[in-house]
């Protein structure tokens, strides 16, 4: 699907903000950790926007997605609510899973977010069996199931893409791969030429995009849904990319060669898009605008959530089982 | 009421339920053949290939595969061929079935049952012969259930299939050609609810699953010797009958626990522990367990033999208390 003139320009004014909101929560996440407002591990994905923009707007609300550690924007762009994200971060009452989930298990299952996971390639299964799911239940839905490079040297990777080409279930496998996995390089653990050689032995096509460039994935990713939803089986979208920050909210990033962060930063997607969108005379104020729209947005969740009340420890013994619940002492 | 072995109740459970509810399917290696014991047949006549799957063997996806389904909507039954290869599914089971909906603040609603046929089976030695139900009791989240009769297995079934918690659901493979009674329509029985199998004074014996047709053989053979055990197959061990155990500790005073798996680190420890914090060691005038020693299980039917709990352990284990 190639837009054009007007329509396309929308469209890519609408990945260009959705971009700003993701990088504005977790600019303001980190800020708000360093200030001791958050506690427990962030695993943000400055740099890697382009892709949950790019997938997630080719999704329907009741299309589904799973997400990996890394799953802030995918929940995002996936139509989560921003004061439950935030609040869910905070540890408080109103987040999303009331406080017992955090950064690393965001979910919100009523825009089809069936969860962040904090096992690497944990949410691969997950999303394959809602695929089938969905199919047994008759819907036209489908799945998008994001893991990262480093996820594709764990079992569950294999026995998902097989599973999911011998049911022809429609899932898209959305490998974003930032070239590391956690501190080591993947390259350097990973044997053959990588995750499209793999999904294409097992016949899942798989189409590989610049993960950096937001209407390259749009693009691609608006195609591949296409065919799902039309029934052509799980397809792999492979999407190249660069983790500007540390692993963690406590890894500086150091170890990192200076010169190939210098570089990921001239190629970050925001940047790119902006410089794209200006080009085609789209005025600075409107761009700055919607930037700026968008870190008041979590300013001021942030300074909601930071108001909110905690959960009162009671909750802690809920949402347990039904039938063999234990009561509080 | 019908006369039928274990293995063909639990088929009618799952049959019934299947007609019942349209979101309630199976997937598991080899169930469209009928499954490994015959537990499925005529399953794919009567639903089709998308309601009784025979996946490849890839047990992180039957596992994950099976929640995944649960969080849209369905309702599957998660067929693991023999207990011991969920150890290939840990991370599904443990990690995810078990925690998402603690984990999200309630919104998901992981509603599977785990069929897992346990224990030792015809020499079938160290890899498939293994009782770890003790493992599950420690992870929040699940309902553990260890029937050990035809009506227990298909009432208890019914109420796995229907239950909104995940249900590790322990069918007793040894136990499968074992015959009872099992009526038409099957009601569910409710977790958490022990079986009276035998009514006595002198001691409590507590147990489940495989063992508890010795264990029976064993109360018939005690009252022959003057000695009257009351004898609670629990059927759950997530949630356990603590208050049917209390009250019948509480008359005799004696506690035996009796179950397959090794003796250390068993659900029998915390039964007893448990009996110890409510009625207070004054009540209780001695204690015992009887499983198997923290062995593999040998395949050579003599070595799995000196192994395996069996009627004279128990009779034994049971004088001994008494003399106590
Ligand atoms: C099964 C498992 N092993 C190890 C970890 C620890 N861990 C968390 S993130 C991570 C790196 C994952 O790499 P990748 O999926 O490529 O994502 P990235 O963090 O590079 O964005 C590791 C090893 C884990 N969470 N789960």
């Known amino acids: 699907m190639t837009n054009t003139g007007g329509d396309n320009r929308a469209r890519l004014i609408t990945l260009y903000g959705t971009m700003c909101r993701i990088r504005a929560f977790e600019e303001t996440a980190l800020a708000a950790h360093k200030a001791g407002e958050i506690p427990g591990p962030l695993h943000v994905s400055i740099g890697q926007e382009a892709v949950a923009a790019g997938v997630c707007g080719n999704l329907r609300r009741d299309d589904r997605i799973t997400s990996n550690h890394r799953g802030h924007g995918h929940a995002l762009a996936k139509g989560a609510g921003v004061s439950g994200m935030m609040e869910e971060l905070f540890g408080r009452a109103g987040g999303h899973c009331r406080g017992k989930g955090g950064s690393m298990h965001i979910a919100d299952f009523s825009v089809g977010m069936l969860g962040a996971n904090g096992v690497v390639a944990g949410g691969i299964p997950i999303a394959v069996g809602a695929a089938q799911g969905i199919k047994l239940l008759g819907a036209d839905s489908i799945v998008a199931c994001f893991f990262g490079d480093g996820a594709i040297n764990r079992g569950p990777f294999l026995e998902g893409l097989n599973w999911a080409v011998l049911y022809r279930l429609p899932v898209l496998f959305v490998c974003e791969d930032n070239g590391v996995a956690a501190f080591t390089a993947t390259a350097s653990v990973t044997a053959g030429p990588g995750v499209a050689a793999r999904a294409q032995s097992l016949g899942v096509p798989c189409t590989s995009v610049d993960g950096n460039d937001a209407a390259a994935v749009d693009e691609a990713a608006a195609r591949l849904v296409a065919e799902i939803r039309g029934g052509s089986g799980p397809r792999l979208l492979h999407a190249t990319t660069y983790r500007i920050t540390g692993h963690t909210s406590s890894d500086p990033a150091a170890w990192r060669d200076p010169a190939a962060v210098a570089a990921a930063k001239e190629a970050e997607p925001i940047g790119r898009l902006r410089a794209r969108l200006l080009a085609e005379g789209v005025p600075a104020a409107m761009l700055d605008g919607i930037q700026g729209e968008a870190r008041a947005e979590m300013t001021h969740a942030r300074e909601d959530a930071l108001s909110a009340p905690w959960p009162d420890p009671a909750i802690a013994w809920e949402d347990v089982q039904d039938c063999g619940a234990v009561e509080a002492h | ?324």
Request: proline share 7%.
């Open chain 2, 1 to 324: 009421m019908a006369q039928v072995t274990l293995v063909e109740a639990a088929r009618l459970a799952a049959l019934q339920e299947m007609r019942r509810d349209p979101t309630v399917w199976v997937l598991g290696e080899d169930v469209a053949r009928g499954g490994l014991f015959g537990q499925y047949r005529g399953f794919l006549d009567e639903f089709g290939a998308d309601r009784i799957v025979s996946t490849p063997i890839s047990e992180s996806m039957i596992m994950g595969g099976g929640l995944g389904a649960a969080l849209v909507g369905t309702r599957p039954i998660i067929e693991m061929r023999i207990f011991d290869f969920v150890m290939c599914a840990m991370d599904e089971l443990v990690n995810q079935v078990a925690k998402v909906r603690y984990m999200f603040g309630g919104q998901a609603k992981p509603a599977v049952v785990v069929r897992m046929p346990h224990g030792i089976w015809r020499n079938s030695a160290a890899q498939h012969s293994q009782t770890l139900e003790s493992w599950f009791t420690h992870i929040p989240g699940v309902i553990v259930a260890v029937p050990a009769t035809p009506a227990d297995t298909a009432g208890l079934l019914v109420s796995a299939i229907r239950s909104d918690d995940p249900v590790l659901f322990f069918d007793p493979k040894n136990l499968f050609p074992l015959t009872g009674e099992v009526p038409a329509v099957i009601d569910p029985i409710p977790f958490g609810k022990a079986r009276l199998a035998r009514a006595g004074k002198d001691l409590t014996i507590v147990t489940w699953s495989a063992i508890v047709p010795q264990v029976e053989e064993a109360g018939a053979m005690l009252a022959e010797r003057g000695i009257e055990a009351e004898i609670l197959d629990l059927r759950t061990l997530w949630p356990w009958d603590e208050e049917a155990v209390a009250a019948s500790l509480h008359r005799t005073g004696r506690l035996l626990v009796a179950h397959e798996a090794v003796t250390v680190g068993g659900f029998g420890g915390e039964v007893v522990a448990r009996m110890v914090e409510r009625l207070g060691p004054a009540a209780i005038k001695a204690v015992a367990r009887v499983g198997q020693p923290r062995v593999p299980v040998p395949f050579a039917p003599p070595l799995e033999d000196a192994l395996k709990p069996d009627t004279a352990k128990i009779v034994a284990a049971a004088e001994a208390l008494m003399r106590r």
